[in-house]
């Protein structure tokens, strides 16, 4: 209760600005499949608040990497709408991609600067900002190394570098951190709390990890299965800024317990068995369709 | 089955029995056992072709074959000798070089321009991808006598048929590799707001340099293969023309002289291509295999 209590007294800074940053009405994406028309998210309902950390969490293929598409301007929605209160003159979001999506042509600084490059053009300080992140994420001693020579967390930081240094509005991370070991995963959350409690933005953080979910987020968000809807919301009390100390305390695993408990009957229901939604009206009949 | 340097597994041991698994040579050992493997390859490498051309030489010289047909490595060796002296050699050569690289140059940047503007536009690819298609299996020889009635007797339907061979080839490949890009590279690139021009240059090409390269090693290739063969019908010059001209004449010492020279040409002009491409794709020399932790 005592994170709770200070929760009062000190404000994280994020809650205070009414306008939210994202809002998110009934929005629905579907896709066309040899089986037929697919629903892959929504209804879903959400408002992000600016300047908010948020963590969504939910089962594989509920069609969260399809919000973050969305999000994105990589995918239109089909259903629905998503608005965003653009504030700046910058670009409005960078994405870290689930699989790094870094470029194996390009060196480590290349790869940096690529998002400075395209677009709008290189602002005069890029040199200053590719340095920054390059110091800033360890990467300094690698610049001129191609990705083919880096472990896959030195790729990972690359592609949070590469998001980072066009200071979007919005950061948007799609699972960053599944393909890392255990330990390294636990190091490079450390390192994102710390780096984003210097440089605040609002992030949108996909996970399939509650623990990350809690110690990152000032919400977390809890998707139902396909097709994607919210079943759950949780606020994260803790004050900022964190440390890695919480992972121990008593409220922390308090929370990861709530959330999983809402996770496991809301998203993968009771039963645990999971029944895929069936398929609604077939398109068309594919040639080399087997008969089932 | 694995090709290692150690011996295979014993059979099975008896239940109760202690197994030891421990190095079976020693380091040094192992590091010499590898060196002297690639003294064995290179060996082959370079032994067989002078193995082969020693037996040559020896069955020549013991009269094993009709030394019209088959002259030996040293007669072919003299008609050189007699071919550069003339002067005819280096002037065939020349003037097939020119033509061998004007017409590579152009077919080639035609064929990349056209395979990255087919890749990015998916309409125009579906509707060119027949013509093409069916274009590219008419015999380019089939079609000299047509460019020679409307071009005349000149270097220029020679030339265009070697850019054609080449176009064809480069254009298909660059096309189906510019439309294997794999949408996690995309998908940063419009997310970073790139412009067409922009993810042409960051993304696209870089992307599918490495297949561009190995379609011009093939077109170069073929191209050789098509100069040749218009040289003998036509053109009064060139390596071919001195091949189909020994011929003729019984020169058949000059008649080796070309089919080699024509040979090492084309070894030539494809490893030029290959370094070009490992210079143009630095990232896949580096490294190599990507460990993931
Ligand atoms: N381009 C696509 N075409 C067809 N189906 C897709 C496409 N992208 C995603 N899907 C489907 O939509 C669902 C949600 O996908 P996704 O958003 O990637 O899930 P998540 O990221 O939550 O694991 C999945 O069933 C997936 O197969
Ligand atoms: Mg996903």
Redesign the interface.
Known sequence: MAALDELDEIDPGTTARTDPKITVKGLERHFETPDGLLQALGPMDLEVRDGEFLCIVGPSGCGKSTFL?IA???LDPTGGEMAVNRQGTG?L???V?Q?Y??????TVEQNVR??L????GAPADAEERVGYWLDRLGLAAFRR?????L???MRQRVSIA?ALV?EPEILLMDEPFA???AQ?RMLMQDELLALWQEHRRTVVFITHNLDEAVLLGDRVIVMSKRPGHIVGEFEVPFTRPRTADLRGSGEFAALEQEIWANLRSEAYGAADAVTPAAPTVPTRRGLFRRAR | MTTTNDRPLAPPAPAGSRIVFAPKVSLADRYRRNARGRRIDNALRFGVPIGLLVIWQLAAMLDLFDRRFFPSPGDVVESLGTAIGTGVLQEAALVSTYRLVVGFVVGALVGLLMGFVLGRVRRLNVALDPIISALYTVPKLAMLPILLLIFGLSDLPILILIAASVFFIVVISTTAAVTAVQK??L?????????GL??LR??VL??S?PSVFVSLRLAAGNAVLVLIGIEFVQGGAGMGYLIWNSWQLFDVGRMYVGVVLVAVFGVLFQTLITGLGRLA???TR????????
């Open positions: 598409r994105a301007g990589l670009p979001s960078a994405m991609f699989d999506s870094i470029f194996p042509w390009k690529f998002g490059e395209v677009g709008a190394s191609y990705p083919s020579e472990s896959g967390g590469r066009v393909a890392l070991d390294l | 996690n590279y998908e940063p690139a419009q997310c970073f707001g790139a412009t922009q993810t960051h993304v870089p992307a340099l794709t630095p990232w580096r490294g190599g295999s990507a460990s993931s932790h």
